[in-house]
């Protein structure tokens, strides 16, 4: 049995997956970031997770964008690996006694939300090309920059203070 809703054959196939399995976890992240941002001790960690709490509400615009301009209906397909590295987030989280390890950890979940969407939208552009979609590539490089963006920042806020108060 297969694990997607309908058979990928083509690249297109793949192309509107992949849109939909990235559409889902931005829409999960949308849910799981204030929580973050409640729970973050660290001033600059805070702000980072509500800052990008705002630009994933605009990620999922813009993938709604994406699934018009390919005539596709907006929907998502359950994305196991983002329910995993959030489920995966909650257990770590909620094992944390000290704020400051707790904050080392959201980071570190943060992070790995970060890659696999990087990966994702990689992925996606890539199609996009190939199809000959360059409207959508644009579209989807955006994003893109944003999450390598925050992921940069994260590495800095770890680097900065984050990961040597948990120590």
Do not use: W
């Not at 939909?20 to 973050?36: G, R, S």
């Not at 702000?47 to 596709?72: C, I, P, S, W």
């Not at 989280?93 to 696999?116: F, K, N, R, T, W």
């Not at 996606?124 to 590539?137: E, N, T, V």
């Amino acid at each position: 049995m297969s694990l997607f809703s309908k058979p990928i054959k083509t690249l297109d196939d793949l192309f509107v997956h992949t849109l939909q399995d990235i559409y889902y976890a931005e829409n999960q992240i949308v849910k799981n970031l204030p929580t973050m941002a409640e729970k973050a001790t660290d001033p600059e960690l805070k702000a980072a997770f509500q800052h990008h709490l705002t630009e994933t509400e605009g990620h999922v615009r813009r993938l709604e964008q994406v699934f018009q301009m390919h005539d596709q209906p907006v929907k998502g397909v359950t994305c196991q690996a983002m329910d995993g590295i959030l489920s995966e987030a909650k257990e770590m989280i909620g094992d944390c006694d000290d704020p400051e390890v707790c904050d080392a950890a959201m980071l570190s979940a943060a992070q790995a939300v970060e890659h696999y969407e990087i990966t994702r939208y990689g992925s996606l552009i890539a199609y996009a090309r190939q199809l000959g979609r360059p409207d959508c590539a644009t579209v989807l490089q955006q994003t893109l920059e944003e999450e390598k963006s925050a992921d940069q920042k994260l590495t800095h806020i770890a680097g900065a203070g984050v990961n040597q108060h948990a120590a």
